[in-house]
Nanobody, 124 residues
C-alpha cells in the first residue's frame, strides 16, 4: 500500500519559517517524482515544488523561488520542504503527491498518489 504522510505544519507569523516533511512508503522512491501542492480555502490546488530521481530534477513555482527549498533523504524515503519568509496568503493545506517518472505536472489530477495534507497558517 502506498502511503504519503505529511507533517510539520503549524501556525507562524508573517516572515516566519516552517519545514514540512513527507514520508513515503510502498513505492520505489527513485522511480517517482515527489511534489508539494497547496490548497487555500475556496481555491484550487496549486503546485509549489517537486523533486525527482534522487534530487537530480527540481521544480519551483515562481512565487516560491528564493524562499522555499525542497530536498530529499533517500535513506529515509522522505522529502522536505523548507519554507522561509512565509506570507499570510500562503495559508493553506499543504499536500505531498507522487507521480511515476521524472515529470512535473501542474495539473493535480495527473498525480498518482496523495497524502492527507498538513495545515499551514500564516498570520499577519
Amino acid at each position: 500500500e502506498v502511503q504519503l504522510v505529511e507533517s510539520g505544519g503549524g501556525s507562524v507569523q508573517a516572515g516566519g519559517s516552517l519545514r514540512l516533511s513527507c514520508a513515503v512508503s510502498g513505492l520505489t522512491f527513485d522511480d517517482y517524482t515527489i511534489g508539494w501542492f497547496r490548497q487555500a480555502p475556496g481555491k484550487g490546488r496549486e503546485g509549489v515544488s517537486g523533486i525527482s530521481r534522487s534530487g537530480g530534477g527540481l521544480y519551483y513555482a515562481e512565487f516560491v523561488k528564493g524562499r522555499f527549498t525542497i530536498s530529499s533523504d533517500n535513506a529515509k524515503n522522505t522529502v522536505y520542504l523548507q519554507m522561509n519568509s512565509l506570507k499570510p496568503e500562503e495559508t493553506a493545506i499543504y499536500y505531498c503527491a507522487a507521480v511515476s517518472g521524472e515529470h512535473w505536472y501542474t495539473g493535480a489530477n495527473l498525480w498518482d498518489y496523495w497524502g492527507q495534507g498538513t495545515q499551514v497558517t500564516v498570520s499577519s
